[in-house]
């Protein structure tokens, strides 16, 4: 619908409410981050101020001096990145099949798996802490690989096998004709095409692990201490110290961010496929 | 799906593709899952390791007599039927907004994105600072403007708690809504829309009859993965409240979660989360009968 609209019907309805959205969207971003920026004190002044007097940096340095911030980020890093390498690992041989062969089993096995998409974490968390225990497995990255794949492989599966979809077939058989084996076409042919869609399944998987908070709750506790985890320990019995936490907050939710902006296009096709279709 | 096989051929390739996936699946979701199940039948509360067995229901019993579990149940309701309105309403007008052709269009869209890639823990407590019942921004700006005297300390009095983390996750989700409904209505084709215009439709009518029509099997799926997300979703209750004041802010996953976690009692925790999960089935279940109908119709 290409039409020209008044400029003043132009602003009041559509600039104005969409600058209002995107000020619920940002605005408590904007005010975290100023809040890292305000020393300590000011933040507890009777009189207020939006904006400090003196802008510091002193939150920031104090959670890498006086906390071991860099071993929380590095903790998180670790299980978002292992995570992410064993979903896609598991995952893109199987949407590969689901997407390409008709074999017995194959709606009810991919059914199951969008459906313990919606199980309730409850229900895994407490025997996933007794096992883990009984392994002997319990505050490890390991522990918290194992329980983020819970919702990733599920999850995971779905994305790679609906971009798989979106693969001609004809590319598997021109593939087979030049005479490479499935394996090789997959491997050969299809990973390469598909690797927009991979790359970005992989990202999210490492976005929604570095973001996860209730596992790690439960699961770790002194020798692995991800950032949620560590922000969450800033929140004392008595005295919060919004400084320090404002900071961490932007901190460990900056990257996220941006790694979400490089993907957001490959994502929401992704997902939006099926429910557009129908 | 619905593309033709490779080859017809039985042969053991695609299982044993799939069969990493699946083995890792039964291991971590389905074995747990079953353990569950066994749990909410028995006594078991971690530092009575003698009384542990099997108690048949009596962990059900307690539950359907249980006022917590009532007080629970209701807020379940409420958090979801709340949230996934607001959401829903402030996801579409998004939607809509964003559909228009305007300059800046990409900008708004992303930074509308960012709440929904927010971690939890991060949603909640920035939330919490806003709320502040001292020195929140909230409060400030309130009283700044002259609307309120005192100020209210939002997530410590049981009529303002719920209701103020409601917000936030109305905050965090409206985007999920607004994206997918963007993507639907740019899937509706300009000649609908040309047509109804041609045929004299006014602007109204126009969204009433073909808009809402060709959208409505998006808002449905989207209305279903939003519904069971909120139904699962505790860590920002936790975090921003911790169930209370009170009990106020206990929503059935909180108070499964609040039983494992701080009571060691997994017998009836696993209890809670079973009777969460046939509730999400049973809705589920439910809603997906009522899409097929009204498709048949």
Redesign the interface.
């Known amino acids: ?2 039409r020209t609209r008044h400029p003043l019907r ?1 602003a009041l309805g ?2 104005l ?2 600058l209002l ?2 000020l ?3 605005g ?2 904007l ?2 981050f100023i ?1 890292s920026i305000t020393p300590e004190t000011d ?2 002044r009777a009189e ?1 101020r939006f904006f400090p007097e003196h802008p510091t940096g002193e939150n920031y340095s104090r959670l890498f001096t006086k906390l071991d911030f860099t071993s929380n980020i590095l903790d998180s890093l670790l299980v978002a990145l292992f995570t992410a390498l064993l979903g896609l690992g ?2 893109v ?2 949407s ?8 017995k089993g ?1 709606n009810p ?1 991919l059914m ?2 969008l459906i ?1 998409n ?14 883990m225990r009984i392994v002997g497995i319990m505050d490890t990255h390991f522990a918290l690989i ?2 983020y ?2 919702f990733t ?2 999850f995971s ?1 779905w994305m790679l096998t609906s971009f798989f ?1 979106a693969i001609p ?1 004809d590319l ?2 021109a593939a087979q004709i030049d005479g490479c084996s ?2 090789g076409a997959l491997v050969r042919i299809i990973i390469p095409v598909a690797m927009p869609g991979i790359v970005s399944t992989g990202i999210y998987i490492f ?1 929604t692990a ?2 996860e ?2 596992y790690a ?2 699961l770790t506790s002194s020798k692995v201490r991800t ?2 985890i560590a ?2 320990n800033m929140i004392g019995e008595f005295r919060i110290e ?1 400084g320090l ?2 900071a961490g ?1 932007i901190i ?2 900056l990257p ?2 941006i790694l ?2 490089f993907i ?1 296009k490959q994502l ?1 096709t992704g ?2 496929a ?3 279709k ?1 | 799906m619905g593309q033709p096989p490779l080859r017809k051929k039985r042969d053991l390739l695609p299982y044993a593709l799939v069969t990493p996936a699946l083995a890792i699946t039964i291991a971590i979701i389905f074995l747990p899952m079953f353990q569950t199940i066994t749990y909410s039948f028995s006594q078991y509360i971690l530092y009575k390791p003698q009384e542990k067995g099997f108690i048949g229901f009596e962990n059900y019993k307690t539950a359907f007599s249980d006022p917590l579990f009532a007080s629970s149940l209701i807020h379940t309701f409420v958090w979801i039927v709340s949230i996934i309105v607001f959401q829903f309403l402030l996801g579409f007008a998004t939607a809509l907004l964003l559909n228009r052709r305007f300059t800046g269009r990409g900008i708004a869209r992303s930074l509308i994105l960012v709440p929904w890639v927010t971690p939890s823990v991060i949603t909640a407590l920035m939330w919490r600072w806003m709320y502040d019942g001292n020195h929140g921004l909230i409060n400030q700006l309130l009283a700044k403007f002259g609307l309120i005297k005192e100020f209210i300390p939002f997530l410590a009095q049981t009529s303002t708690a719920m209701g103020s983390i409601i917000v936030a996750l109305i905050w965090q989700g409206f985007p999920f809504f607004a994206i997918m409904l963007l993507a639907g209505l740019q899937a509706i084709p300009d000649e609908l829309y040309e047509a109804a215009e041609i045929d004299g439709a006014t602007k109204t009518q126009r969204f009433f009859n073909v808009t809402i029509p060709m959208l409505k099997p998006v808002i449905l799926t989207t209305i279903l993965l939003r519904t069971i997300w909120v139904a699962n979703s505790l860590d920002i209750i936790l975090i921003m409240t911790g169930g209370g004041p009170g009990y106020s802010t206990y929503t059935l996953p909180v108070y499964s979660y609040i039983k494992a976690y701080k009571g060691m009692d997994f017998g009836y925790s696993s209890t809670i989360a079973v009777l969460l999960t046939i509730l999400l089935m049973l809705i589920v279940t439910g809603y997906v009968r009522n899409i097929l109908k009204s498709q048949e119709d």
Request: no cysteine; aromatic share 20%.
């Open positions: 619908m290409k132009m559509t600039y409410p969409i959205i995107v619920f969207a940002i408590p971003y005010w975290t809040s933040l507890y207020f598991i995952t041989p199987a590969y099949s689901f997407s390409r062969f008709k074999f194959r096995l199951q798996f313990i919606m199980f309730p974490i409850m229900l895994l968390i407490v025997p996933l802490f007794v096992m194992i329980a794949s819970t492989i599920p599966t979809n077939l598997d058989k499935r394996i976005i570095w973001n908070y209730l709750a439960i950032i949620p922000l969450q919004w936490l404002t907050g460990s939710a996220v961010i979400f902006f957001q929401i997902m939006t099926g429910a557009v129908g």
